[in-house]
């Protein structure tokens, strides 16, 4: 890890006092913000824009530059891991994300030293953006969740059921297990590198871990995320890391928690505040979980959910962001608001 200076992001993971709380928000770097559309077409594709070590690095600290967020999170995209596995990923425009499906044969790029060739761009733009910060703020590394990863992989998008990698789970356990596996590993390599690049904070997304039963979200969820956080504090003792089951139950984020012991728990929006800060609050520092719609409607409402929400989290350490990413249709201002009014709070 580049510098020895740590923010108030990752001050506050490692539990020391802080008199204000930390803010960043998922998908801060985004379309909601006129110079990324800009960088965007100026790129010619998200693709080549997350592969651009300069522009991406442009486009992460836009946001920081512009609301003075406590951390910047690197532009990327969780689908860069299947990418190093091997795995052909396009982006299209209206439709997102589509990557060529994973059939039972495991056919995946193993090499270690081949993964992280192919994603030298990312940590790239991580050593740039960290130049910049000179410790002052944190920069957040990511990964998507193996679980996550291994249903976009067999579905080859998004899915509202993640069909396919249920169905190959139920039909050959074995093989499937060895399918998160393989991901878990180039995701603990890929987490690594980016902390070795400047990252002081690493968050794993398992954006899909709702609507699964308790025996798949222990070993497709909870068992993988536990190797990974516990191999990449192995190597790197001195990462931060922040675990997001997005949709988990209030049973699943508990045995999540109890699990990986991820230094910070980030919740969504579904999940209650008060029963959060209870029982959930005391082994973790909590990240969340302020919905992103009243982040986009501003005014009012916007100002009577974060005083609610820093209330209820009065007693609890807490980092504020959002229970999901920023939704592009957010006005600036709001986004504006939301930080000084945080700020004042505090």
């Not at 486009?59 to 969780?78: N, Y």
């Not at 059939?103 to 953006?129: G, H, I, N, Q």
């Not at 991820?262 to 029963?275: K, R």
């Not at 009012?300 to 999901?324: F, K, S």
Request: charged letters at 20%; hydrophobic letters at 45%; aromatic letters at 8%.
């Amino acid at each position: 890890m580049r510098g020895s200076v740590r923010g108030k992001l990752s001050r506050v993971l490692s539990g020391e006092p802080e008199v204000s709380r930390p803010i960043w928000l998922m998908r801060q770097a985004g379309r909601y913000l006129p110079e990324y559309r800009a960088a965007r077409t100026r790129a010619g594709s998200f693709w080549n824009l997350c592969m651009n070590p300069e522009a991406a690095a442009e486009v992460t600290l836009q946001p920081v530059r512009r609301f003075d967020f406590d951390a910047a999170i690197v532009f990327s995209d969780i689908l860069l891991v299947p990418y190093a596995l091997g795995k052909p990923v396009t982006f299209e425009e209206g439709v997102g994300p589509r990557v060529v499906t994973t059939s039972s044969s495991l056919e995946l790029c193993s090499d270690a030293a081949s993964w992280l060739e192919r994603l030298a761009p990312v940590y790239a733009a991580v050593e740039r953006v960290a130049g910049v910060l000179a410790g002052e703020k944190d920069l957040i590394g990511f990964a998507g969740g193996a679980w996550t990863l291994a249903a976009y992989m067999t579905e080859g998008h998004g899915s509202a059921d993640q069909a396919a990698a249920k169905r190959w789970y139920y039909r050959d356990r074995e093989s499937f297990c060895g399918l998160l596996g393989v991901i878990a590993d180039c995701v603990v390599a890929h987490l690594c590198a980016q902390i070795d690049a400047g990252a002081t904070v690493v968050q794993l997304f398992d954006s899909w871990s709702a609507g699964l039963n308790e025996t798949l979200f222990q070993e497709c969820v909870i068992m993988p995320s536990r190797y990974i956080v516990e191999e990449v504090r192995r190597r790197r003792p001195q990462a931060r890391f922040i675990g997001f089951p997005r949709g988990a139950t209030e049973h699943g984020y508990r045995e999540y928690l109890s699990s990986t012991r991820v230094d910070g728990l980030s919740i969504d929006t579904a999940v209650s505040v008060p029963w959060a800060a209870e029982n959930l609050g005391g082994d973790a520092v909590l990240q969340g979980n302020l919905d992103p719609f009243v982040l986009a409607e501003g005014g009012a409402a916007l100002r009577n959910a974060v005083d609610h929400l820093l209330g209820e989290m009065r007693a609890t350490r807490h980092v504020v962001n959002l229970g999901h990413g920023i939704l592009p249709e957010t006005p600036v201002e709001n986004v504006a608001d939301l930080v000084r009014h945080v700020r004042n709070a505090s």
